[in-house]
């Protein structure tokens, strides 16, 4: 008997307040993935190479300024863009590391007034599920140990506590999608192997089909 292998990749979402580390730790797992001989790539969101990409991004430097629900739908629209391909490269065997996605969507934008949970996941519902998020936890105020906050838009205290805040509503959700809380205040090399063995459990677990996020 051969051992059975699993039959397609997996889509690992790493998801976090400002500054957990989400970026290098990305680059930490796809590595990690790489040197075990398992095909996979990175991937983050907003992609700002896109035509939609690039209106995000000069929303988000504040060198433009767009209605809360329409850059809201932009953002989805990013994401939407890429679904097929995400499905594409799972069902070849490629496992995807993406950094943020459709739940930074609805946490971000429902930390603003007037915008709630629901209203903000409907355009992300369809989209290719994650096999698990994996959440970089720390405090904003450890996160804002780490240099403080650029320029752009979100990157206020008062805007990242609401954003944890949502973060947390979502981890609860439903929504069969696994939630892994990784302490990201440790070093970069405990954090890293501490994705590793969710990662490894992840891959064991792997289901064929790719879900779709948040369909009842
Ligand atoms: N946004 C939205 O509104 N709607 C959406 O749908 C999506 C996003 C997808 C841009 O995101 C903004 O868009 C973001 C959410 C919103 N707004 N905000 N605020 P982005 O992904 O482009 O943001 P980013 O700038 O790439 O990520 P980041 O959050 O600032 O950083 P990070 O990737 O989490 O962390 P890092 O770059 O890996 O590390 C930060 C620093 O900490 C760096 O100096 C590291 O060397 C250091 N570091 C990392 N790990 C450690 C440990 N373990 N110990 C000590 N120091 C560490």
């Not at 398992?38 to 000069?58: E, H, K, V, W, Y």
């Not at 995807?96 to 992300?124: H, T």
Request: charged residues 25%.
């Amino acid at each position: 008997h051969s051992t059975a292998k699993p039959t397609r990749g997996a889509f690992f979402l790493l998801e976090g307040v400002d500054r957990c580390g989400k970026t290098t730790q990305c680059q930490r797992l796809l590595q990690r993935l790489l040197q075990a001989g398992i095909a996979a790539t990175a991937m983050r969101f907003p992609n700002r190479t896109t035509s939609t990409g690039q209106l995000i991004d000069s929303y988000l430097q504040q060198t433009s300024n767009m209605d809360d629900r329409a850059i809201h739908l932009l953002f989805s629209a990013n994401r939407w863009e890429s679904a097929d391909m995400i499905v594409e490269q799972l069902k070849a065997g490629t496992s995807i590391v993406c950094d943020r996605y459709a739940y930074s969507g609805v946490a971000f934008s429902a930390s603003k007034d007037n915008m709630d949970l629901e209203w903000c996941q409907a355009p992300d519902r369809g989209l290719p599920a994650p096999d698990c998020v994996i959440f970089l936890d720390m405090s904003t105020e450890q996160a804002e140990e780490r240099g403080g906050y650029g320029q752009e838009r979100y990157e206020k205290r008062e805007m990242q506590q609401r954003v944890r805040q949502r973060f947390q509503e979502l981890s609860q959700l439903d929504d069969g999608v696994q939630w892994k809380f990784v302490n990201a205040a440790q070093t970069m090399d405990q954090v890293e192997d501490d994705i590793w063995s969710i990662a490894q459990q992840t891959l064991e677990q792997v289901q064929p089909e790719v879900r779709q996020l948040w369909q009842s």
